[in-house]
């Protein structure tokens, strides 16, 4: 029963985790695009009219990473 409840635990957690680091990797994209300063420590990677931006998030047992992709806004720097 306890494993039970501590397996429960751990995977609303990383869900939890998974989640904020998506939104983390969408707005660092989003800014990287409209040509705002990143913060966060989201690595980011100009290609052409493409922006895209890695964050990466660690747990006990493992590292999260989510890549969320953006177009360049017309007239961004």
């Known amino acids: 029963m306890v494993l039970l409840l501590v397996t429960g635990i751990g995977a609303v957690t ?3 985790v998974k989640l904020g680091c998506v939104a983390a990797a969408r707005d660092a994209a989003l800014a990287a695009a409209r040509g705002d ?3 966060g420590g989201a690595g980011v990677d100009v290609a052409g009219d493409t922006v895209t931006a890695t964050v990466r998030r660690s ?3 493992t590292v999260l990473t989510c890549t ?3 177009a360049r806004e017309p007239g961004a720097p």
Do not use: F, P
């Open 14 to 16: 990383a869900v939890t």
């Open 37 to 39: 300063e990143v913060s």
């Open 59 to 61: 747990l006990r047992v």
């Open 68 to 70: 969320a992709t953006a």
